[in-house]
Every structure is written in structure tokens, then in C-alpha cells.
């Protein structure tokens, strides 16, 4: 999905709903366990309940990697199944991967669509600690994105992240701005946690068009109205990631009706922001 695709189905849907398939086989109801592929069927009836809320999609791998080939193949037919949807929805692999150029190059065949690839994603997430050449061919593949760790959400962030220099730049500031020069606003984004917040009107300083992935609103503690408010530009510019408080929200046997509900509530409140911060 280009740029122009996920700006027209944000404005289409009034949502910038980012589902998270953080999908555990510890916590997804009991009665699914039962089924031949318990990862799968929950995955679809989670699509099924929220596809007419959400823009995108992100896999967690971590989820699907622990339970070896059955949970990859759970995975290859999550990703065909949000492929077959039809209306189409942006697919994160939230992958988080970075090592050197050549290997790099494998995983993004691995992710991208590819002969020899079982996956179609629209887009990999990337940390970009090891520079320029493992972020490099993530961006060799036209219609895809790299989406680029900045600034986390978690706690162990200001370890690293919020480390000034002796000329007073953070170091995800310094990510972004010389990130920035190796694609652009059609084929990387950035992950800004939603915990924090009012940070991102001095990542807007130096990406004030890139599109940026916000995890953290949900279960996290994070605030919608606040990331739209220091986050959104005129094309939205957000892709809003709630997992657990979507995916969770029930255990019965009628768990999707709350699924549903839980995505059709922050719609609506998603509905509302871009009538506020965004011109789509």
C-alpha cells in the first residue's frame, strides 16, 4: 500500500487504527484451543470483528517465532488473509530487525513479496543502531516501507534514546534527522511511543511529514487526543497501534462482539481528532 492508498483509507475509514496481533496462546480463549490452528482462528475472527475500523495491521513475529513452524504458519496465513480482505489494509511485520547489509537483504525478502517469499507485508520495523547499510535494503523494494525505531515507549528509552550530545541533541533526534536523508515521507516511517506524548511535537520538528507508528494507547496508559494533537499533520501522519486492550477486551465464546465494540470506541474518538488536527 503507497502513501496515497493509506491516506485515502484513513479518510475513508475516519480511522488510523493500527491493530497489534500480539497474539499469545496463553491468553486467547480457551474454547479456541480446540481448533487445528487455535493462533489462526483467533487472528481471523479478531480481522473479521475490526476490519471495518482499522487501516492497519501489525504482527507481532515474537508471538508467532516462539511456537516454531506452527506458529509461522499461523503467521503466512494471517498475512494472506488480511491480503484477501477486500478492502485493502497496511500489514506492519513488527519485526524489529538490524544486523549488516547482506543480511538485511535476507530479511527483507523475507518480509517483502518475493518469489521465494511466503509473506507479503507492506512494511518491516527496523532499528537503525547499525546505520545506513542495514537500513538500506529494506528501501530497495518500491511500494514498501521501513518503519524506523526513534523513540520507544518503554521505560529502559531513556537509557539511550533521550541522551544529549554536547551540542544539547537527543540521540533519537539525531536518528531521525539523518535518517530522514535515506528515504523519505513515501517510504519510511517512524515508531514515537504514545507515553511519550509531547515529544512528538519535536519529532514533527524534524519529520513533519514522515508518518509515524504510536504504540502505547490502550493498555500502555498512553492518550489518543494527546498524540493527535502534538502528532497529526494534514494527511493524519499517524498510525495508532492498540494490542492488548483490543485483542483481550473478552474470553467467551462471544469475545469478538467486544473486540468489536473496543475498536468501533476509539474509532469514533479517531473520527473526531482528524475532524480537529487533520484537512483529509
Known amino acids: 500500500m503507497n502513501r496515497e492508498k493509506l491516506i485515502e483509507a484513513i479518510a475513508n475509514k475516519r480511522s488510523f487504527l493500527c491493530v497489534g496481533l500480539d497474539t499469545d496462546i496463553e491468553k486467547i480463549p480457551q474454547f479456541l484451543l480446540e481448533k487445528e490452528d487455535p493462533i489462526f482462528e483467533f487472528n481471523k475472527a479478531i480481522i473479521d470483528a475490526t476490519c471495518k475500523y482499522a487501516v492497519a495491521y501489525k504482527p507481532n513475529l515474537a508471538f508467532y517465532e516462539a ?39 535476507r530479511y527483507a525478502q523475507a518480509f517483502f513479496n518475493n518469489p521465494d517469499s511466503k509473506f507479503n507485508f507492506d512494511s518491516v520495523t527496523v532499528a537503525p543502531y547499525m546505520g545506513e547499510d542495514s537500513v ?6 518500491d511500494g514498501k516501507w521501513v518503519i524506523l525505531l526513534a ?3 518503554n521505560k529502559g528509552a531513556f537509557d539511550f534514546q533521550l541522551v544529549q550530545s554536547a551540542d544539547g541533541e537527543k540521540l533519537f533526534e539525531r536518528v531521525l534527522r539523518i535518517s530522514s536523508q535515506w528515504g523519505n515521507d513515501e ?3 517512524y515508531v514515537v511511543g504514545a507515553t511519550q506524548a509531547h515529544m512528538l511535537a519535536d ?4 519529520v513533519p511529514d514522515h508518518f509515524l507508528l504510536v ?10 487526543a494527546e498524540v493527535a494533537q502534538f502528532g497529526m499533520n494534514n494527511n493524519c501522519g499517524l498510525l495508532v497501534n492498540a494490542s492488548r486492550s483490543i485483542i483481550y477486551a473478552a474470553q467467551d465464546e ?19 481528532l482528524l475532524e480537529e488536527y487533520s484537512k483529509i
Open 67 to 105: 511456537l516454531g513452524a506452527k506458529g509461522m504458519l499461523a503467521l503466512e496465513k494471517t498475512v494472506n488473509y488480511l491480503n484477501s480482505l477486500p478492502q485493502e489494509v497496511f500489514i506492519i511485520a513488527d519485526a524489529k530487525r538490524g544486523d549488516i547489509g547482506n543480511t538485511s537483504e
Open 136 to 141: 538500506k535494503p529494506f528501501l530497495n523494494f
Open 151 to 153: 523513540l520507544t515507549s
Open 187 to 189: 517510504n519510511m516511517m
Open 203 to 206: 519529532v514533527r520538528q524534524i
Open 215 to 224: 504504540p502505547g494507547v490502550g493498555s500502555q496508559g498512553g492518550s489518543l
Open 254 to 272: 462471544n469475545f469478538a462482539q467486544a473486540v468489536q465494540n473496543e475498536a468501533e470506541k476509539m474509532q469514533k474518538e479517531m473520527a473526531q
